[in-house]
């Protein structure tokens, strides 16, 4: 196994997923063969390489600074699951 | 009258002619979904007044001399793209009460040409799956055997049009997700340029490799399709301002002195011989059309599959980070604290593959691993579309089999990743280097449908359609239906 | 021990767009909780960014008024990362290819030497949003209007050896962004802001200490305290045997101290990548050439001027081109008048700095403008009001009474420079102070002064004071 299930709880808390045990389990197992497979890039002779981030080998556009949307707060608040005059609520953060 | 058996062409003209309304066609088609859809699942949310709705007014529009070029014509919608005031859930519990506010721009200009919207096709969740099988709604079933799977994470879309619900479907391609489905449904399915459409409004599963494409039987109805959708829009930094020819009008002109390029590398072991055969009968077809093949050498192609999936996850695991239960989408109920309301909403709300790739993304992301995995697969990511490039300079279009074996039973691979992931082993590269590509139907083995794949050079779509048409017109693969839905 | 201090800053200053950095919402502050967060703001699936071109050019102004290179290429990238204030889940930033690089300004050191910071870059990102605790019970309510407003990180060598230092390096980057009109600079607001980075060293000694990080300083006042707050933490530490945790701090202003923000979760892992929805941004020579011919007089330039061309004291200079809206008061003012620019530079340092602290107000909500004063400045130039009476007549100008001239007119300020009508007055004086005149004569100089004094008096202080003078003096020395 190329991962242990230390790691693989490391990543779960980074990417703010909650495993079962046996989730947990089945992850240490086929992360290991995903990141075994993956392994096979070492391989490559990628001296000199630039990286390729994108397909378009293209500069950004630009956009003019005007403002273009309105206030629409209460259709986008339809789908929240939580909400309080405008606000969207979640469980107190404590800095 | 059999119009759910027509292709979108035909109802043009039908509706043209008077020969019926869309609001008969519509009704003809919601009563066939209703029919027929119980067998398949290939829909996620029919949206049945909504397209009533509509056809009255492409019937009121073309009545009044209004009509615009899609006027009246029946679609189905991937469940992934954005539509305002029906439910978008991507295939996913996440998003199951999730009713977009807005349209995807793709959606918009459809509906501005006067498609009429049947509703939301299947998918794999969040586009993660070759099979359909990781959708929260459950697999689709692949039309020509009810056992098997009609691939993904089109599958909804490519079962839907396979099974005459619609003429025309929209899906998206980011490793192979419109091309495969096709291939498995004897349909034909393409991938634009990366840049050719919006992807404005479409839930983002890998930025840099997404690229919404049509679902369709033949290649006619694709470029009808594709001209309406494509083109610049400012909502999408990544659409670029480049001219979009007209797809239709190019069909006609011939394909003598087309160059074809086999790529050696996909005609190896990998590929069931009985698909290699049909692919190879059809590459000589095109030849007797005046195309000439010459073989072609991509030295780093077999990287193709572990690039993409560095690339992908990474990118997938940030673009699903905005699914957090705070402003849309599930969320779990009694959570203590913010931790535990994030942990608990995603750890819920996704499935299994999406939790592995959004595991996979972070690890190869995570500090000590970049390099390794991430930077490197950017630089295998260069070498491979630098086999594409090099080939262009040779030949106008690539060809190969675009599966490598036919549809597969539903529970065959879903043990094991490494398998399953294999299936995009031919169509990866098309996404990873932006290319436009297209998968034909062209024969049958074992009563299952085989697709021909094309490559074309950037913005090139118009080569794959003229070879897919000419094909077609000799052809008649793309005309047979799989029994019981005649 | 002799200890070093090593302080960079990393100032974020918000730049002053109508329309947030990714999408076309607006940044106008104060509105009802997000009501200005738009889809893109807020992180809705499916939607994309797309750069507003005037960061851009702001970012290349203040590349190029730093002295900084503006890169050709750079990238904007993805900083992972959960918080309910961030939407997506993580910031668009730059990372390894900022806009600017290589940057300096000069500030004044403790001994009132000219000294250079270096400015190692300056990126674009995007803020986030607010979260507000007050009146919610066990929740925390998130604001998203902010998400999404466009901010220049601008970071700086650790080239600051106390905090006056550092607040004199903010200071200076404040006048230049303001000059350059790319951000507000209100710190109430937050538009402008601080994160020091603070360490000490056995003075000599080439390796750096330990640092800490002092999140989101938003006055300057703060930035002085909560460094010298950190410095003797820190000192007081590493004497007392123990070694400086590498941690962010947080600046509780109001018991003057910074104390450990401890994230319970984890290490931080930003997992930054490119981001695959924006391409790279290329800036050419022909339009970095094109800011540059359009960027205003800078604060160094016009300091320098103002001493040169005006023969400013070299303070009242500094005072004076702090703020781009003073320097063009003064220079309006000047130009409005005949009077010497330092006479100018007098009033416009003195009584309207004072009456405008007093009232709150900024330069451009002055009662009095720049004509009015500089009619003010020409009445003491050709002696028709002394300096004394001029405080008076500005007094009544402040209050809205009219201009300089209205004013004498109404109250009969006019100076009295007929030497035969002063003459009467000082023989009324000398005649109704019989002991001090004999004081006076017997040498006690000093009493000058008081008949002065009783001559003002009695003209209700509109003789010219100089002709009082010599006329006293010839009287009494008759």
Redo the contacts between chains.
Sequence with gaps: MSLDKDQVQQIATLARLKLKPEEHAELVDKLSRIVDFVDHLSAADTEGVIPMAHPLDVAQRLRQDVVTEPNERDRYQENAPSVTEGLYLVPKVIE | MDLHAKTLTELAAGLDSGDYLSVELTQALLDRIAAHDEKLNAMITVTGDEALAAAAKADADRAAGNAGTLCGLPLIHKDI??TRGVR?S?GSKM?D??????D?TVVERLAAAGAVMLGKANMDEFAMGSSNETSYYGPVRNPWDLDRSPGGSSGGSAASVAARFTPAATATDTGGSIRQPAALTNTIGIKPT??RVS??????F????DQAGVITRTAEDAARLLGVMAGFD?????C??EPVPDYAADLGNSIKGLKIGVVRQHFDEGLDADCGARVREAIAALESLGATAVEVDMP?ID?S???Y??VAP??C??NL?????????H?AKD??????????S???G?G?EV??R???G??????GY?D????????????I?DDFKRAFEDVDVIAGPTSPTAAFKLGAKVD???TM?LNDIYTIGAN???FPAMSIPCGFVGGLPVGLHLVGHHFDESALLRCAHAYQQETDWHTRCPEGFA | MTWEVVIGLEVHAQLATRSKIFSGASTAYGAEPNTQACLVDLGYPGVLPVLNEEVVHMAAMFGLAVNATVAPRSVFARKNYFYPDLPKGYQISQYELPIVEHGELFIEDGEGNEKRIGITRAHLEEDAGKSIHEGLDRSSGIDLNRAGTPLLEIVSEPDLRSAAEAVAYMRKIHTIVRYLGISDGNMQEGSFRCDANVSVRPQGQQQFGTRTEIKNLNSFRFVERAINFEIERQIDLIEDGGAVVQETRLYDSARDETRSMRSKEEANDYRYFPDPDLLPVEISHEYIEAVREQLPELPDAKRHRFIDDYGLKADDALQLTMSRPVADYFEAAVGATGAKPQLVANWVVGDLSGALNKDGLDIGESRITARDLAGLVTRIHDHTISGKIAKQVFEAMWSGEGTADEIIEAQGLRQITDSSAIEVVVDKVIAANPGQVAEYKAGKDKLIGFFVGQVMKETKGQANPGQVNRILKDKLSG
């Design positions: 793209f954005c978008t991507c998003l009460n999730f009713v977009s506010p807005y995807a990366y840049g992807r404005y409004g479409m839930v983002a890998a930025s840099s490799l400012e909502r999408d930094s990544t670029l301002d780093n990287l599959v572990p690039t999936y560095v990474a990118e695991s940030s980070s905005r699914f957090d239960g705070v402003r849309f989408g969320r959570t203590g604290d913010l931790f535990d309301l994030y942990c608990r995603r750890g819920e996704f299994d939790k592995r959004i595991m996979t972070t690890y190869v992301l995570s500090a970049y390794a995995y991430y930077l490197k697969a950017q630089q295998v990511r260069h070498l579309a094991d990743p490494i992931y990873l280097g932006g």
